[in-house]
């Protein structure tokens, strides 16, 4: 079965400091992988998505991915953090035999403090 | 372009009762998800649905749970004889084929109902 592992639980940071938000997965076939965005009391927005192709994706407001395949993760990166990036992060995966099943991690809240 | 619906956003019962969620999804899509959210844990995959098919049901309760997707209408969650561990976010998503739907355009999610059991 299909796992996603996001190793950090609480990721608080400064703001215009750089930050890296960590999403392991395992699979042994083709994965696509994805990280949503929640901000309190909302639904999930979709970042950024790797379905194929480049191994380096980005989203509209600055943070991009990685998709890397041996070492089975998509880690979320920013340059330069916003207190308006304050929020839970998820990562998530589809793939193999569980058609459009989404794993999600167990998210990761991110704080940019002033 | 409503985007994926979802009502209640929020919606209190007492043990016991029977809590009905429903989703629409976006004009277009014809298949549909359901996933809970617990407090502090991520999003638990619950069921799958197709127009008047489920098509994976594996992270669904065996007991007091169902869902439907009729032909016409909304995709309807249905909780029987609600507990205080049915209190949780649910979220519901639609794409707009089967599996490749999802893999190429990804989820479109709902903002989510908030159950509260009392």
Known sequence: AQSVTQLDSQVPVFEEAPVELRCNYSSSVSVYLFWYVQYPNQGLQLLLKYLSGSTLVESINGFEAEFNKSQTSFHLRKPSVHISDTAEYFCAAAGGTSYGKLTFGQGTILTVHP | ?118
């Open chain 2, 1 to 118: 372009n409503a985007g994926v619906m979802q009502n209640p956003r929020h919606l209190v019962r007492r043990r016991g009762q029977e809590a009905r969620l429903r989703c629409s999804p976006m004009k277009g899509h014809s298949h549909v998800y359901w996933y809970r959210q617990l407090p502090e844990e991520g999003l638990k995959f619950m069921v799958y649905l197709q127009k008047e098919n489920i098509i994976d049901e594996s992270g669904m309760p065996k007991e007091r749970f169902s869902a439907e997707f009729p032909k016409e209408g909304p995709s309807i969650l249905r909780i029987q004889q609600v507990v205080r561990g049915d209190s949780a976010a649910y979220f519901c998503a639609s794409s707009p084929g089967i599996g490749q739907g999802a893999r190429n355009y990804g989820y479109t999610f709902g903002s989510g109902t908030r159950l509260t059991v009392v």
